[in-house]
């Protein structure tokens, strides 16, 4: 049995807060850093960031859509880093929530394996 080879994007938290931390109230903001890994042996080409505010830290259908970046590739072996910002909206407040990064793969190759493409950080302060 041969492993298959072609790219895989690896997500992962390189930092979380919320602002302000003291009281995390409708108006806060999510800010966040996310590490894109490409450790697979081909670029991964165009690829969409996909972020969601969740009551759990499964990626379901009922979780909130937060935002998205889109972004142009990663070669074989490197890191890319996405920012991430969110205001939270009039009578929102973050805490208890889980923020969860999706990366998805645009154009071809595609990604080698996708059950590594999700990052879960939380509960959020």
Request: with cysteine.
């Amino acid at each position: 049995c041969s492993r298959p080879t072609g790219p895989d994007a690896v997500p992962r938290w390189l930092s979380v807060a919320v602002q302000p931390a003291r009281r995390p109230r409708a108006g806060s903001q999510v800010r966040g850093q996310l590490e894109i890994a490409n450790p697979g042996d081909a670029s991964l080409g165009q690829y969409d960031v996909r972020f969601f505010l969740s009551q759990d830290s499964k990626l379901d259908a009922s979780d909130t859509p937060a935002g998205h970046v889109m972004r142009s590739g990663i070669s074989a072996g490197r890191r890319g880093n996405v920012q991430f910002l969110y205001a939270c909206p009039r009578g929102f407040n973050p805490s208890g929530w889980y923020l969860i990064a999706q990366v998805v793969a645009l154009r071809p190759p595609a990604d080698v394996n996708v059950y590594d493409n999700v990052a879960v950080f939380g509960p959020l302060p």
